[in-house]
């Protein structure tokens, strides 16, 4: 298997209600948890990077902007993680 076949699922469509702040959104150095967790797979050759996002979904999409990412919206993060697993894999198109 190469790189080039290698799809990155991030989910980050929860509330992060056990962590008291919003996980994707922290700020790691310069640049949030989430854009860090990009930017290392990237670094690593991997470039199919798949955001399922939800709750605040549109500060999130604001930051990943640039991110040359593909952002999938759960419209059912309420649900729980595993919907989120659920919409990003069936957007998964490599």
Do not use: C, W
């Amino acid at each position: 298997m190469q790189k080039s076949d290698i799809a990155v699922l991030i989910i980050a469509a929860g509330y992060s209600s056990r962590m008291h702040d919003f996980k994707p959104l922290l700020p790691l150095g310069k640049i949030s948890a989430l854009q860090r967790l990009i930017e290392t797979n990237k670094a690593h050759g991997l470039n199919h990077i798949y955001v399922v996002v939800g709750h605040r979904h549109k500060e999130i999409e604001e930051v990943l902007k640039d991110e040359h990412v593909t952002v999938i919206y759960n419209e059912a993060y309420d649900k729980g993680m595993f919907s989120s697993i659920q919409k990003g894999f069936s957007a998964i198109d490599i």
